[in-house]
Nanobody, 126 residues
Framework: LQLVESGGGLVQPEGSLTLTCTASGGSLDYLTIAWFRQVPGKQREGVACMSFAGGSTRYEDFVKGRFTVSRDKSKNTAYLRLNSLKPEDTGVYYC????????????????????WGKGTLVIVST
């Protein structure tokens, strides 16, 4: 399974972007999807995740209320909608997928994914 992120770019503060994670060579249907980011000077961190059935999601506090994770099984694709962007959201965003990890609202996002994309750069700046 290969994952490819797209949709990053330069956006002004308070702007919006939609990141796309497209899978090929396999199905996302039974995998948990997670989004991560690496901002300058920090380690990669979990942002949001969605269980394979879509019934459970988790958002880390720093994006809660601003970002939305979704998936479209018919397109074998996952999305991360980023609203109300702040300069501190600048970084490389990655999608990951895992067969065993269950995304739960009460448990921090696991950094151990079976599959990773190479990332897409988001720059929030005037």
């Amino acid at each position: 399974l290969q994952l490819v992120e797209s949709g990053g770019g330069l956006v002004q503060p308070e702007g919006s972007l939609t990141l796309t994670c497209t899978a090929s060579g396999g199905s996302l249907d039974y995998l948990t999807i997670a989004w991560f980011r690496q901002v300058p000077g920090k380690q990669r961190e979990g942002v949001a995740c969605m269980s394979f059935a879509g019934g459970s999601t988790r958002y880390e506090d720093f994006v809660k209320g601003r970002f939305t994770v979704s998936r479209d099984k018919s397109k074998n694709t996952a999305y991360l909608r980023l609203n109300s962007l702040k300069p501190e959201d600048t970084g490389v965003y990655y999608c990951g997928a895992d067969a065993l990890y269950y995304c739960s609202g009460s448990v921090p996002i696991s950094p151990d994914m079976d599959y990773w994309g190479k990332g897409t750069l988001v720059i929030v700046s005037t």
